[in-house]
Structure formats: C-alpha cells, structure tokens
T-cell receptor, first 114, second 115 residues
Framework: EAQVTQNPRYLITVTGKKLTVTCSQN?????MSWYRQDPGLGLRQIYY???????DKGDVPEGYKVSRKEKRNFPLILESPSPNQTSLYFC?????????????FGPGTRLTVT | AQSVSQHNHHVILSEAASLELGCNYS??????LFWYVQYPGQHLQLLLK??????LVKGIKGFEAEFIKSKFSFNLRKPSVQWSDTAEYFC?????????????FGAGTRLAVHP
C-alpha cells in the first residue's frame, strides 16, 4: 500500500530538549515536504527536499532542520524546541512536475512543547 | 506573494443542505487548484483537482468545484451534505517557485453537519 508514515504520532516534550520526527514514504517519490498546521493559518511549508541531499527552506523554517540521506526518509529535527513550535506537523511526498501533481500526506504528528 | 483565501472559517449545516465553500487565489498565470479534506484525527486527502479543460471538476464523495478564471475562484460544492462530511476543507494552489512546484494552502474551512 502506497503511504507516508510518521513517527511519533503524539509527542509532549519540554523546552530545549532536542527531538526528531521521522517521515518515510514507499512510493519512490523524489519530492518531500514538511508542513505545520495551526488554527486559522492552514498549512505552512517548513522545509522541502527535491531529492537526496537537496533540501531548501519553505515559508517557516526557523527553529527546524531537515536531512535527506535516503530517498524514502525525510526527518524533521527540532534542535531546541520552544512552545511556539507546538503544532500539528505533516509530512508529504510527491513526484515533481508532470500532469498529475498530488501530494500524499502522512497521518500527522501532534507536538506539544511545554 | 501568491495566496489562497478561504472566507468561510466555520460553516454549520443540517443534513441534506447544499454546500458551497469559497476559495479565491491570487496568482494570475497558469494555476492548478486543489481541494483537500481532513476528517477529524486524520491526514489530508485529495477531494478533487483542476489542471485544465472543463472548468467544472467532479471529485470523490459527490463533491464538485468550478474554476472561474475571471473571478480567480474555485468554489467547492455539494448538493446535499451528510453528517459524514463533517471535516476541515482546504483549498490549495500549485505554483512554480524557484523552479519547483509548491502548494499554497488556504486557512481552511471547518464544516460541521448536524443530523
């Protein structure tokens, strides 16, 4: 089954404690992206990756890092989480370009930073 | 900057009522438009998309949307909603940014359908 998986699904942590949210896709997609979803703001892109070792900032990258060492994995790293990073996070993947551009979303990770 | 606007943030309907959710985009060039749905506790799923051709697009679960270029709009419609349509709905536009495709999302519309 084609899917995007994220772990963990729920996470409560304290300010300053480094954490990683994993994302994996099994569709051989080149393009992967991280979004955060906040009430009234919709989804905002944090980082994206065009392919292995190719990443770039999205609209709200401050406080986040990513890496793309393998095509299927795209972890999101919060080196020193702060309460304003409390949010719902989604990973997505797709094949760039082409006539059918559809992003497949993971189930989401709800992060609370106290 | 390109943007997508959804003017209705919360909509409450009774079952069997008709639904129309507004979506306006700002980009004046070639656009590809999408509606995604997020059921409670679930991830986003694609409802329908417009790339070209017939401006009336039919999606899953009885939803449709009409692309009106002159109004920069892509409103979502359903003639008769069900309780199971309770969800949050996001309009999105694909644009080219820095040589890659990027999705810009609206703020979302939360729909509650009462039995």
């Amino acid at each position: 089954e084609a899917q995007v998986t994220q772990n963990p699904r729920y996470l409560i942590t304290v300010t300053g404690k480094k954490l990683t949210v994993t994302c994996s896709q099994n569709m051989n997609h080149e393009y992967m992206s991280w979004y955060r979803q906040d009430p009234g703001l919709g989804l905002r892109q944090i980082y994206y990756s065009m392919n292995v070792e190719v990443t770039d900032k999205g609209d709200v990258p401050e406080g986040y890092k990513v890496s793309r060492k393998e095509k299927r994995n795209f972890p999101l790293i919060l080196e020193s989480p702060s309460p304003n990073q409390t949010s719902l996070y989604f990973c997505a993947s797709s094949s760039p370009g082409g006539p059918v551009y559809e992003q497949y979303f993971g189930p989401g990770t709800r992060l609370t930073v106290t | 900057a390109q943007s997508v606007s959804q003017h209705n943030h919360h909509v409450i309907l009774s079952e069997a009522a008709s639904l129309e959710l507004g979506c306006n985009y700002s980009y004046g060039g070639t656009v590809n438009l999408f509606w995604y749905v997020q059921y409670p506790g679930q991830h986003l799923q694609l409802l329908l998309k417009y790339f070209s051709g017939d401006p009336l697009v039919k999606g899953i679960k009885g939803f449709e949307a009409e692309f009106i270029k002159s109004k920069f709009s892509f409103n979502l419609r359903k003639p008769s909603v069900q309780w199971s349509d309770t969800a949050e709905y996001f309009c999105a536009s694909r644009t080219l940014s820095g040589g890659y495709n990027k999705l810009i999302f609206g703020a979302g519309t939360r729909l509650a359908v009462h039995p």
